[in-house]
């Protein structure tokens, strides 16, 4: 017996990988993600927050493969300076390289350069890491590595042109996720994550709330701005998004489950 509704799972069955957040996800409850869910991605929130690596390697499975994220720039992974924690790694996980979000880096690690240590981490490592696109696609793409981009208005737009242009290696698009059709949960779940993104937060109008409690102007571009960046909905919205997204050129879709992993795990 599954742990939430059916409609939710329904939804589940077109999205095929789940980030994990180990500051707000008990990060055991991997091994309880449905089928389908072949890949796990382990999200990087400080080293305060990082997972027992060898617990977590024990997690995976002949169907299901865990890829730790790891910022280039951070010590403990810089391939450049100290890489003790990389270096400790099991081997059975894999690894997404991201540059790093500013909130967990030290002002010396923000002024190292992000391109050589990409490929350098790449270089690296055997298999296929997962290299995370915001604010360096360039040196992204430069990788060859699988692009792991951050879902927002343009990117069918971009998955189109990067098909179009030859690129014939994987693609996998990150969204969190939200499965309902209750515009204040959807908006109490990713409205403030929405609202930081530029567009949306120049629209905005000054100290506007930003969850359910938003109401006139702020309300609307909110319950507009979700659907861009953000899977939202009912199974069969979220399900008919995740499928344009494939036909456009994503190969995996990846949802963070921005309201618990339940509507995501077995009973």
Known sequence: MLSSSSDAHAAVAGIDAVAVKPAEHDWRRITDLVAGVSTVTVDYEGHAHMPDLDALAACVDDGRAIRVT?????????????????????????????????????????????????????????????????????AALATGGTQFELLSRGTQRDLDGLRAAGFDGDIAVYAPTVLTDDEDAILDAVGAYTARRGPVRRALPEDAATDATATGRAREVLSAAVRDFALVGDSETVRERVAGLRAAGADHVVAYPARGLDAFTRA
């Open 70 to 138: 790891t910022p280039v720039r951070v010590d403990g992974f810089d391939p450049l300076g100290d890489d003790s924690l990389a270096a400790d790694m099991p081997p059975e996980l894999g690894r997404v390289l991201v540059a790093g979000h500013g909130a967990y880096l030290s002002d010396d690690a923000a002024e190292r350069a992000v391109a050589p240590r990409l490929g350098a981490a790449v270089d690296g490592l055997d298999g296929d890491p997962w290299v995370g696109t915001e604010g360096v696609e360039r």
